[in-house]
């Protein structure tokens, strides 16, 4: 993996990338990883799935789309997944960790989308089709999908439960929407977000409500201004909100900047006034931030264009991927330290402060043996008990098997546990990770801990 780290401190400057690495982190404990550069897709979208692929949308013409795959080492994989025509967004589906894709024939006068399965090994499955000519697209944490775009009863955003009988999923009209709901974020709390050039607003299932939730300020002489993409906050300590994606172009110098800020549950951007999280400027048309994703291991996805597009639209865009990974400092919730000694090993894992809420797992590997990232419902970690080197931490709540004794949770929330070194560990290198149950987590459950990656002799 080609790797650039850049500062982390509001007047971060790079260090040691190219100039065209230009996305800086205000707060602290966070890091950039430049993912994969050379890329030529048109990225309309990019989502990823619990195995931490990241897959990008590649549309050459209005009937021919395609899928690219990002690797977690880096590879990248051109045309993965082929025969789409026009392509809607991307959803990660948090009932069982995949990536799915809604795609329509634009040419055919028909109200109808087929929903894809992208395989992580190579390929897309039709699983189903539905009747909305579809542009948006979420996944619920409850498996429900969310389309917006066309439908038997006219414009707006959908709902669809997935079929179980082998047939098409049958689409319910929610509300007429709000602008072409190009751009749709499920929410932990069940809302959802809907994105329409500068501004989001928040729909209700509950209540059927459309609600303001958030918009990019008046406007702005030689200024545009545009929601590119929402993603749900991957981040500790940062609540159930989204992030969202905003590009600014200045027509007078044609230049701008790409910006993610934070936002709650509820609208409004967190802290008001607003703060931004990251950004990127840029220097030409067609350049710097295009989209965002977020990851399952405290980590958002910042793909960006480095140039125009060569030849025109449809035709390939000189990009770079980037990875924003939280990194919790020792002692702060959900961090995990690993301190390997001469005969043992021992795991420190945070919990709140405070104390009240346990600590559910830790789990330790060999890389490349690390286990797919996969909890229901929101997709973190799947156990892989072959693993080399698995080890099984559990306290006193258990999961599914007795406590281990061994473990010790303290009043102050942290989980230590000592392990003496098997004589078949000596030599190698490993990565521990955990996660933390907590209410306060960004999805209500859990906080998921840096990776900790440790040799020993």
Known sequence: MDTARLAFLPAAALLGASAAAQVVVEPPNFQVDLIASGLEETAEDIAVDRFGNVYVLDQASLTQGSVTRIAPDGTVTPDHATGFGKMGQLAYDPTDGFVYLVDSNPILPVIFSRVWRIEPGGGATNVFGVDVTAEGFTIDDAGKLWLGGGGLQGAGLYSAEKPTDGGDAQAQLESTGFGQNAVLQSLATGDILIASSDEVRRFEPSTGQLAFYYDAGSPIPNQIRGVTSIARSPFNQLGVGAILGQRTFVTLCACGTGEAFFADPLGGLVPAPAVTFAAEEFDQPETGFRVLASGLQQDLYWYANTGPPVGGPFMPIPSRLYKITQLPAAGEQGSLVVTP????????????????????????FAPPAAPPYFFAPFGLIDLDPFGAGYIRLIDGIGLGVPPDPAGQTSAGGAFSLTLPIPPGAFGFSFESQGIVLSSDAPNGLYFLSNPAPFSIP
């Open 341 to 364: 000694g001469l005969t043992s090993v021992t795991w420190d894992l945070y919990g709140p402060t405070a104390g009240g809420d346990p600590l559910l797992l830790g789990v330790v």
